[in-house]
């Protein structure tokens, strides 16, 4: 079992030791800690067992799909773009406290992403499902580099019994040229594929849903059923943009197709339609968008770009909603990505499901009715790993592919062992040496103990991980024939800034990075783990940032951890 924990924010304490002394090109890391301390949460207490906050999977989680088997388990997944492994799995009892059991895309065969982008390619919105027909997991999603760089099916399937097992080998589905894949299995026995096709043909950001029909058997879409039902948005006059993710469901007697629209930026919303033929005509409702949060401008702690949502009836009967938002900094940026909320669905007397009437604001905190909270993954929390196990826990992630290569829980135990690879966090192709988990919070401090003596071009930290051109290290190093500590600023091509330097002379030591409010980073070290030494101070976290009015490089949030490289000049 791996020795991590998530552990009340008072608890949190740092120790640090490692057992023997690395080699030259190898740094020991031990004891990562991860405390998050945003004032919000502190200012608004939870007064019910049964309250949580929103997001209830804070940090980036985009593309949030849920679902139920109808015995009482949930399992959510959400995207992961050009890093490793593919589409984390949580699975929750109660809807408040989710787990994350592991991953779909484990293996280099269901996970082909050499020379993808970090943030721009790689596996785009997951969504799973239950088929209680054939009593068999679905998940389905679209590797866009496979499609657009290889010119191949990049729709994918893989299924299982047993979700918190292993997922089979994908299968790729000819004649999907589109993205946002999801499945619907009617009570008929059978199965359906929708995706958007993005055409920029009528009006810029002209998209379109396709329906086919899938066959269970052969795991392949009747192409020949193909067919548009739901063009250009929910008001076509208006000219919307970006119709997609979408989700079909069937309850009171219709078929109801729910959309994304607008962007996944200021504009984001979610729209309904819909039928009581499941080939339509979809007809959308006259009071959409169903949630949105477009038109409540600049909020201190407000949540902006909410949409791409799904819906579910939990094992009571009642109706919930998931869905992605962001809470930017300033109304202007944010570095942690598009977080998962959930909240419940209401329907109208004419039934029509509804998440948020226009003009209200997703609330800080949910009530889940029989729910009570353990131990949370949202709102304030620690986590600390002392790397005790022989595969890490699955929070963490890596570019592209595995990376095992170049690192190891087992030359030290009780220690990461990484070895300073030619390969930088900037190259387009394999993986670095470098682990990282999702930062979570505006207010944080991460930190790690560290063991490594620098020579040449070795270098190894701490980095934050936006993408290949945004970064930051915070990099022990060799500098005028002795160790010194760097902060530096990656950017275009791998290029390195040095922001500070201090010379340092005893080693190991523990390397921290934080952040008051998440509008900018302090570096620090320390030797015993209580006092600190700043290095710089004052960094600019927009660099990270994703700006929201379109200018992005990246889709995903900001990574965490230790990396280690002898690429960096």
Known sequence: MNRSFVVPITLCILVGCTTSRPHTDEALFSHFVYNGHDAVYDQNPLTSPSQAYNPILP?????????????????????????????????????????????????????????????????????????????????????????????????LVVKTADPESDWSDPVYLENMGGIDPSMFFD???????????????????????????????????????????????????????????????????????????????????????????????????????????????ERENGVYCTGHADIFQDQDGRWWSTFLGTRMIDGQYENLGRETFLMPLQWTADGWPRILEDGQEVPMVVDIPG??????????????????????????????????????????????????????????????????????????????????????????????????????????????????LHVLKISNGGKAEKIASTPVKAIPMDLRISSADGRAFDFAYSHNGEDWIEVASGVPASYLATNVFGTADSYTGTLIGPYATSGLK
């Open 187 to 297: 009570e008929d026995g059978r199965a359906y594929v929708l995706y958007c096709r993005m055409h920029n043909r009528e009006c810029p950001g002209h998209n379109s849903i396709i329906m086919q029909e899938y066959d269970l058997e052969a795991d392949s879409v009747i192409t020949s059923t193909a067919k548009v039902i739901a063009d250009k948005g929910a008001k076509p006059a208006d000219q919307p943009m970006c119709l997609e993710g979408p989700h079909l469901y069937k309850a009171n007697g219709y078929y109801y197709l729910l959309c994304a629209e607008g962007g996944t930026e200021l504009g984001h919303s979610e729209v309904v339609f819909r039928s009581r033929d499941i080939w339509g005509p979809y007809v959308a409702w006259d009071k959409n968008p169903i949630l949105t949060q477009r038109t409540l401008g």
């Open 371 to 484: 729910a009570e909270r353990q131990a949370p993954t949202f709102g304030n929390f620690s986590v600390i790993d002392d790397f005790a196990d022989t595969e890490l826990a699955p929070y963490w992630m890596t570019v592209r592919n595995d990376a095992r290569d170049k690192y190891s829980l087992t030359e030290s135990p009780g220690a990461l062992t990484m070895r300073c690879d030619s390969l930088t966090a900037s190259a387009i192709n394999s993986a670095p040496a470098f682990i990282g988990r999702k930062l979570q919070h505006h207010s944080f401090d991460a930190s790690v103990h560290i063991d490594f003596t620098p020579t040449g071009d070795n270098k190894a930290g701490l980095l934050l991980l936006k993408s290949e051109d945004r970064q930051y290290f915070f990099a022990l190093a060799y500098q005028d024939r002795s160790p010194a």
């Open 59 to 155: 940090g980036w989680h985009s593309d949030p799909s849920v679902c139920a088997d109808g015995k009482g388990n949930y399992y959510l997944v959400t995207s992961t773009f050009g890093l490793y492994p593919g589409v984390p799995l949580y699975h929750s009892r109660d809807l408040m406290n989710w787990r994350q059991v592991g991953s779909i895309l484990t293996r280099p065969e269901q996970l082909p992403l050499d020379g993808q982008n970090i943030g721009k390619e790689g596996i785009y919105a997951a969504s799973i499902f239950y088929n209680p027909g054939n009593a068999t997991y679905y998940m389905i999603t679209t590797n866009m580099g496979r499609m657009t760089h290889e010119y191949k099916p990049g729709t």
